[in-house]
């Protein structure tokens, strides 16, 4: 009933005329973003984060950026599907059988699947987090600094080791976020460290400076080299409505891609981009004709579009209920949050319970939005790529230049800002994975400020996170997933060099 | 390659457009007010510089703005205010805190507490109140002391940060009694209290606007306060001294500074306009729910005010040798 009552009061917050239009502006936004390659939503969060200062509620704040977030989802599989272009990472697999749908001749029946797709599963994935965040939130209590601090460091491996990439330059990624984030005063004692006389570091690195530099300087420097070509599959999208065989087809794959995604999307280090490969692989093994798969199978688009809306969806239940972020992007939305003077953990829900379920609300608003947005408009958004980069880059720039200026109003920051982007332009070219980074920036004084309270409950013994059981739980499931991982890659190996 | 340095060439001659045309104006305050608040949001000095924030507009043309500034157990976001431009449009929420009165009688300090910031005007004193988790064993001081002693274990205690009024107030309960208390500490009030709502910790030490909602929540129960005389909203909570402890400290003043060097005027502005704030029924009204007494005080006033609290502070610390590492 609680949960009824905190729904419709949400409602009525996100109901309101300045709320509704900036879930519009972030689906608008995400959707864009989505659509246009090399900008993911991770990057266009970390350039609009200094907006939030302007934003007076912190509700309207946040539902902006999940609008950002979800919405990107959305528009991630149209280029996937029209171009061959993953327009976000969470869209790759899309490209497989998208991309020969479209070849086909069937670019609208892919696009709208895409689309329905993604509006069940968003909106499932938002049921579940209705129902069961509260559940969580009450359970979440029992998280004292030992189990905070194994879940931050399993939630750091796990976005390591899951995400795909090379092991080791994750590795190394987590260990130099780290090592930015101990720049600055010793969060205990108040000791300065790393800071080499500079006063400015004295404070440590600015998080936005860091995240606009990374992330979203970074891709605009590699895009700048590299002018996106692509060949066009198809200008002409045609009916969007998927056909009834169509419909048939895909309608369990939606729910699987939809209980993937949710799952995926709770475990820390998890979220849109892994749920969407697993759910692939899902749908190739249990499909009728596997055979189909990569020559245009509808399921191939369905399943891991539905995916990456639920996790992007349950993604935010770690982060309301926990306070832990899970990923980059909703590492920024954390930062977003404490900025507006609301630290997210167990008591989220009876402090701010506007914020809580405002954004909940707001999500199930920003969803039917998407659909309208994408379903009849589609055609529209896939003229986007055709905004010449040369025109986009320097407008992005300068905005960012601008936002690192206006946080603190020190030149420093506008210098830390280049670095921080040659240093994003230079991971990119030597394929490392800036995720880790950022997510291990953040959790970095929680790994460590957890670890040290912990051994002074201890009384300095380390098997305090090997006697508590959650803690233990969470140590013993990486640790699971971790041997899972390298027997498959031995299994691999072996079955590939016979 | 090119690009990237035609890129990053134009953004360098953007920065220095930036910084050409930040030149200020003329007439106090002819733009937003920054309040910095050194502690994560939540927390007692957070829950009193929104208060303020609120009010704020009422009194003058530009709105204040707060933000958090949180780490090194408060001395991050103050030295930042320290070392920002003097001229009133960045402030100090929370002068009077432990580590401004406290801190400096037990380590080294970046920056001289009371010679680089000038003193705007006090608002609050916060008392410090020890509470423990409803289910626990302990009542009451005695119940805690006996316990230790006949167990022979420390008493794990959550604390807002290190070296803050009430890790002092705390670290003193235990050499008064003869006891080890290990003070865990947050990056502030709230985190620290949740953490002793999970049952982490066996006690913990706050001020009434963190823990109030936890009591009448009965999630917490109160044993003892650590000032000279009871807090008025908790008026069955018996003090330390009460309980045969000698320990009464100041509690945690909490002030508004301005960098030192900030013109005259512009602190006879500040002042001035927290001086209505705090006389405004709203404003009164608020910290009546959040169990703060307004405490208000002139800029000469608070200065020194705020000598004899470091002194006194010093002396505890001397008295009962404690050391904070």
Known sequence: ?498 | MKRVIAAIAAILFASFLLTAASTAADVFPSKPITGVVPFGPGGSTDILARTVEKVWPKYSTQPLVIVNKPGGGGVVGTEGVVRSKPDGYTLYFGYGSGHDVVMPSLQKMPYDTLKDLAPVARLSIHSVVVVTGVNSQFNSVKDMVAWSKKENKPITTAVSVKAGAVDLALTSLGKAAGIDIVTVPFTGGAEATTALAGGHLMIGGGHPSEIMSHIKAGRFKAIAVALPERDPSLPNVPTLREQGIDVATWGSIKGVAAPAGTPKEVIQYLEGTLKKVCEDPEFKKTMENLSQPVMYQGSEEFGKFLQQATADYAAIIKRLNIKID
Not at chain 1, 277 to 299: D, Q, T, W
Not at chain 1, 409 to 419: K, P, V
Request: some cysteine.
């Open chain 1, 1 to 498: 009933m609680e949960t009824i009552g905190g729904l419709i009061s949400g409602f009525d917050i996100a109901l309101t005329p300045i709320n509704l239009l900036f879930a519009f502006i972030g689906a608008l936004v995400g959707t864009a973003i989505g659509v246009l390659p090399g900008l993911g939503p991770a990057a266009t969060i970390a350039l609009l984060l200094p907006a939030i200062y302007v934003v007076q509620e912190p509700v309207t704040a946040i539902i902006l950026m999940a609008g950002i977030f979800y919405g990107s989802m959305y528009g991630g599989s149209t280029t996937s599907i029209l171009l061959n272009l993953p327009g976000e990472a969470a869209s790759v697999v899309t490209c497989i059988d998208g991309y020969k749908m479209a070849k086909k001749g069937r670019a609208g029946a892919a696009l709208g699947i895409a689309a329905i797709g993604s509006f069940v599963a968003g909106t499932i994935g938002i049921l579940g987090m209705t129902l069961f965040a509260p559940a969580i939130a009450g359970f979440a209590l029992s998280f004292g600094p030992p189990e905070k601090f194994s879940l931050a460091v399993v939630g750091l491996l796990m976005a390591v080791t899951l995400s795909g990439h090379s092991i080791t330059k994750g590795l190394v990624m987590m260990a130099m976020g780290l090592l930015l984030a101990s720049v600055g005063l010793d969060p205990i004692s108040g000791k300065t460290r790393f800071s080499f006389g500079v006063i400015e570091l004295q404070s440590g690195f600015d998080f936005v400076t860091l995240a606009m530099g990374v992330f979203g300087l970074g891709e605009i420097f590699i895009g700048l080299e590299s002018a996106i070509k692509a060949e066009v599959a198809t200008t002409k999208v045609g009916s969007v409505w998927p056909t009834l065989k169509d419909w048939a087809e895909s309608r369990m794959a939606i729910l699987r891609g939809t209980l993937i995604g949710f799952f995926v999307g709770v475990i820390p280090g998890g979220g849109a981009v892994i749920s969407s490969l697993v759910s692939y692989a899902v749908e190739k093994k249990v499909a009728k004709h596997p055979e189909e798969f990569g020559e245009g199978a509808i399921e191939g688009v369905a399943g891991p579009e539905a995916a990456n809306n639920a996790a992007s969806s349950s993604s935010f239940i770690p982060l309301l209920t926990l306070g832990i972020p899970g990923n980059a992007s909703i590492a920024m939305i954390f930062a977003a949050l404490l900025i507006k003077g609301i630290t997210p953990g167990p008591f989220l829900i009876q402090e701010h319970p506007e914020v809580f379920w405002g954004v909940i609300a707001s999500m199930y608003l920003g969803n039917v939005m998407l659909l309208v947005l994408n379903l009849p408009l589609v055609g529209l958004w896939a003229q986007l790529t055709r905004v010449p980069f040369g025109i986009m880059a320097p407008v992005i720039i300068l905005f960012t230049v601008i936002g690192s200026y206006s946080i603190q109003g020190q030149a420093f920051d506008i210098y830390s800002l280049i670095g921080f982007g040659l240093f994003g332009y230079l991971l990119r070219k030597l394929k490392f994975e800036p995720g880790p980074l950022v997510l291990a920036f953040v959790l970095g004084p929680m790994v460590e400020q957890s670890m040290r309270q912990s051994l002074l409950i201890s009384g300095g013994h380390f098997s305090i996170f090997v006697t508590r059981p959650i803690s233990l739980a969470l140590i013993g499931l990486f640790a699971v997933l971790a041997v899972g991982q390298a027997a498959f890659l031995v299994y691999k190996k072996l079955s590939t060099t016979n």
